[in-house]
């Protein structure tokens, strides 16, 4: 069982890195709004990538890994969409992404409840400190449902995801 754990640990420092390299270094989305197309249409071929390989394994020890590396890879990319819908000026907020984010409030929740039995299992810190994980998780996750609904009550019904094809144009 360790080595699942250490396997999904390792998938996951991978994954992070490959979407920090992708937004950080390669796309700058201040001054070209195709690269927030490009940067949403990679992030969701990742997360279909992952859920066509885990509808194939089964419920296997490589599945356990492959299914917690769909889950955290469609957090990333909803709470990415959520935020980044917010805080770039030259993308108009879009009620469809509020609803994206609250759709991954659920992955998020598979990710971080199958940390919290990690650490339970593995006895790494007291339950006192389990508790307070446990209450920063709530609040993670509540902020995360605050911030879809805040987003689809301001937003507008505009898909702001631009088709490969006007990335051209």
Known sequence: M????????????????IYLIMDA????YQDNITHYSIAFYY??????????SITSLGYS?????????????VSVLCLWFGLSN???????LSKYVGLIVFIGCFSLFNVLSDALEMLREKQVFDMGTLRIIQK????????TI???IYIVVSGK???????PFDWGH
């Open 2 to 17: 360790k080595s699942v754990e250490f396997k999904v640990l390792i998938a996951l420092v991978m994954l992070g890195v």
């Open 25 to 28: 270094v390669v796309l700058d």
């Open 43 to 52: 992030k969701f071929a990742i997360c279909a990538f992952l859920l066509i």
């Open 61 to 73: 020890e490589k599945g356990v890994v492959e299914s917690t590396m769909f889950h955290f890879s």
């Open 86 to 92: 917010l805080l770039l000026s030259n993308v108009e």
């Open 136 to 143: 920063v998780v709530n609040v993670l996750l509540f902020s």
């Open 146 to 148: 605050c911030l879809s």
């Open 157 to 163: 019904w505009t898909w702001v995801i631009q088709s």
